[in-house]
């Protein structure tokens, strides 16, 4: 008999970069107030539900953010690097044409490919190593459910290749919002639906939100 197993993937909130640089996997990087308050609401949304396991991305802002939910269950936080953010060569960089990475020439050979990116690692790298965390999770959690806090482009490229979208998008059309939920229900071993909730939408400075519309998610089995 097959059990139904939720595995919520988080992204976590708000980080403080006064900078703009693009922070990617450098370490040091942490929730701002903001963030702190974002991460407080998920572990409110998630304090009712039958959480048995919480694992997070290595890095700090997702430490953080995991930290709460994990809390609120009285369970010990867990690591899994397959999480982590996806590597980018314009890490620790501002990103534009005035001032950022983009005015040097020099940096032109890192845009030749947008289908695979050619400036960061391959979605289908990012594919593999999310569907083995998922899976994990899910087998951490069998019969109840699980939170897995990570970054903006590994989730999108996960729900992408679950929901059979091409991988490369535009990003701003990105349905992941600081602190949303990516949540795939399990039966047995097979995904059967995607859902996607936005328990701190309205903390979410609106900028951030002005360019994201809603995909409309299609929720099909894996695998099917």
Not at 95 to 108: Q, T
Not at 166 to 181: F, I, V
Request: hydrophobic share 40%; aromatic share 6%.
């Amino acid at each position: 008999m097959s059990e139904t197993t939720v595995v919520h993937v988080v992204r976590h909130g708000e980080v403080h970069n006064p900078d703009g640089v693009l922070y990617g996997r450098r370490s040091g990087y942490h929730l701002s107030e903001l963030g702190r308050q974002m991460a407080d609401r998920v572990a409110e949304h998630l304090a009712e539900r039958d959480i048995t396991h919480v694992v997070a991305s290595p890095l700090e802002r997702a430490q953080e953010t995991a930290t709460p939910i994990a809390k609120a269950h009285g369970l010990d936080l867990a690591t899994d690097e397959r999480l982590i953010e996806a590597g980018n060569v314009f890490e620790g960089k501002t990103f534009g044409v005035g001032d950022g990475a983009l005015r040097r020439p020099a940096n032109w050979k890192h845009l030749t490919n947008p289908f695979q990116p050619s400036w960061g690692e391959p979605y289908i790298e990012q594919v593999v190593r999310m569907m083995s965390a998922l899976n994990a999770a899910r087998d951490a959690a069998r019969g109840h459910e699980a939170v897995a806090v990570s970054h903006q482009l590994p989730i999108w490229t996960l729900r992408s290749f679950v929901e059979r979208r091409r991988l490369w998008h535009d990003p701003r059309k990105r349905q992941c919002t600081l602190a949303s939920l990516t949540s795939f229900t399990f039966d047995g071993d097979k995904i059967v639906s995607v859902g996607y909730s936005e328990p701190a939408r309205d903390l979410v400075p609106a900028h951030l939100l002005a360019g994201a519309k809603p995909v409309k998610g299609r929720a099909k089995a894996f695998g099917a």
